[in-house]
């Protein structure tokens, strides 16, 4: 057992509605997790380093630990059976609880198992990743894809608690990390401008003394829209800014880009549409995001070879689908978009990125 | 498309709670529902009589059928994906409804894929088996089946409506209205005593004036726990008595035995526990169930061959398991009962049945 130690500043956010949870974010939080359940499945990915996986051990003393692939090759209903399957072997009992330490395909993974298995048992989330701690871990979305689309399949199920220890974010890959500042940048972009600079900054990187604050105002503005919408009937779709090409640029290279880069990339575009009908010119904003992140290239694509997959969005009705756009900074709007327009806006986000 | 029947008397039920809905019973209703959504899913049982199909069909005009196979061959992970993946193929989006039409089995995979495609969408429930419509369809229960267990996969969610026309009960085989009996019968043990006499009587039987009232008396019934507890807190336990010996009983013979027939020995063994435990001696009405009921014989078991599933059930808590017994009749209680007690009921309940 690892030398625990000791806890360093907790910030603190509290996300609201009908099932409020906190959320801690600090350093040398792992080493100190506790839940009043007598019965702890603790599910995470085989990449994951052994010291966070043993102080976790060590704090909660898992009934069953359970191993799923990294990434999304965990977000299918297959892996979902086989973890369904070990919680029943382990005689997991409803007053349980499943703890899903990773990225946020895995808490994902984790909450969906969590909120199925007898109908609901209580799930924690500890992310691992900058996205899984500024996007993931809040809000109560869980769920796996399908081969037809992302997060087709899933329930709103949040948390009792969220911990994120920005420690773990030290031993992440730097194009991880950044993969990760995309969806700061998105909250940045619709609710709180003053993270745009500070996302970009040479103190948003692991280990300095500004990140927990950065990371937890990126997350406070998460949990303020979850707080007030916590089922997508309005304002959360905001959340998804960027995220409708994002989503087909996933599907179409099969993962090949990761979700955080497709959220770079998608939020280029959002900029461009949003342009394009009118609003704030912010590209210099998405530009400047893409030269920071520097993201995988993509292989030449066309509006055709997207447009099936952005058709499939969640956002879609029997009307069609709609686009989060921005009048301005922190001014979203949804919209249903010309298909003229989002072809144009298209033709120039080819040729810019 | 088939002439449209007159619609008889419809008796209503409302259920209550967070998300109220009405169950209406009656004659000839299948050829009148509506629903107001532009697109619908219809799931049904490959052994469905193709009438009642086709009348939902030229009702509903849905926009994808989906073929599942019968009873609880449907109900696992696998038919979940593959009627996850039609719907998306179907390009369904958030404001579509899924149907669900056939027994039991069908019904509860139906509502899960509706709770979970695109994190929940409107289900409607149409159960056209006696087990489905005084049980299965009302509650919120969905899920399925895993190797370990069975129901240990789901999620709690209400139908916007419920239609239960008995016209489709005239086609089941006699023992599957006996053995959906069984529901209806366990209602009048624990909470409407009237039902005991009337489920056993010659008005029992399909076409029977009669059926629809006490049909609607025994889903009344169960919309009234339900309305009062949905997510099994705690009343809502009552109405898995017979069940703790029920689910290990089919679970044991692979469900040679259907659930309805486990349920009518279930009963029985409930009973003999609570006379043991101190009860009123309710045994001579399960015995005259099981009398009426006529279930398959069952193999020879003993208690060890039963007692790992029984301990696997949802009531079970880190304490071990609970039972639901009968002080009298309309006087349940939930309790944990002394090993020598759960096999020497279990030696009667084995000479008896």
């Known amino acids: 057992m690892p030398a625990t130690e000791p806890l360093g500043?907790?910030?603190?956010?509290?996300?609201?509605?009908?099932?409020?949870?906190?959320?801690?974010?600090?350093?040398?939080?792992?080493?100190?997790?506790?839940?009043?359940?007598?019965?702890?499945?603790?599910?995470y990915p085989s990449d994951l380093p052994n010291q966070f996986v043993e102080q976790v051990r060590a704090?909660?003393?898992?009934?069953?630990?359970?191993?799923?692939?990294?990434?999304?090759?965990?977000?299918?209903?297959s892996v979902l059976e086989s973890v369904l399957s070990e919680l029943a072997q382990a005689n997991l009992t409803r007053d349980s609880a499943v703890v899903g330490l990773g990225g946020g395909a895995v808490t994902d993974l984790a909450g969906f198992a969590a909120a199925s298995y007898l109908r609901g048992v209580a799930y924690y989330s500890v992310p691992t990743t900058l996205l899984g701690m500024v996007d993931a871990a809040v809000g109560g979305k869980t769920g796996v894809n399908l081969p037809e689309g992302k997060n087709l399949?899933?329930?709103?199920?949040?948390?009792?608690?969220?911990?994120?220890?920005?420690?773990?974010?030290?031993?992440?890959?730097?194009?991880?990390?950044?993969?990760?500042?995309?969806?700061?940048?998105?909250?940045?972009?619709?609710?709180?401008?003053?993270l745009l600079e500070r996302v970009l900054s040479p103190e948003f990187v692991p280990g300095h003394a500004s990140l927990p604050q950065i990371i937890a105002d990126a997350i406070a503005?998460?949990?303020?829209?979850?707080?007030?919408?916590?089922?997508?009937?309005?304002?959360?779709?905001?959340?998804?800014?960027?995220?409708?090409?994002?989503?087909?640029?996933e599907a179409v290279t099969h993962q090949a880009i990761t979700h955080g880069e497709a959220v770079g990339y998608g939020m280029h575009y959002a900029a461009l549409l949003s342009r394009e009908m009118g609003g704030k010119d912010l590209t210099d904003d998405t530009r400047a995001f893409l030269k920071y992140q520097k993201p995988q290239p993509l292989p030449p694509l066309t509006f055709e070879d997207l447009w099936p997959y952005m058709a499939r969005d969640k956002k879609a009705d029997a009307e069609g689908v709609r686009f989060v756009l921005l009048c301005d900074l922190a001014q979203p709007y949804l919209a249903r978009v010309p298909e003229d327009i989002l072809r144009r806006a298209f033709g120039i986000w080819v040729e810019e990125i």
């Open 221 to 249: 503005v998460k949990a303020g829209v979850v707080t007030r919408d916590l089922t997508e009937q309005g304002e959360r779709a905001y959340l998804n800014f960027g995220h409708t090409l994002a989503h087909a640029l």
């Open 153 to 194: 399949v899933g329930a709103f199920w949040p948390p009792k608690q969220v911990w994120v220890d920005v420690d773990t974010l030290a031993t992440l890959p730097p194009a991880t990390f950044r993969e990760g500042a995309a969806e700061a940048y998105k909250h940045g972009l619709i609710a709180d401008p003053s």
């Open 9 to 43: 500043q907790v910030l603190t956010i509290e996300v609201g509605g009908a099932l409020p949870y906190r959320v801690e974010v600090g350093s040398g939080l792992l080493a100190h997790l506790e839940v009043p359940h007598k019965q702890v499945a603790l599910i």
């Open 59 to 77: 704090a909660l003393s898992p009934a069953v630990m359970i191993v799923v692939p990294p990434r999304d090759a965990c977000k299918t209903l």
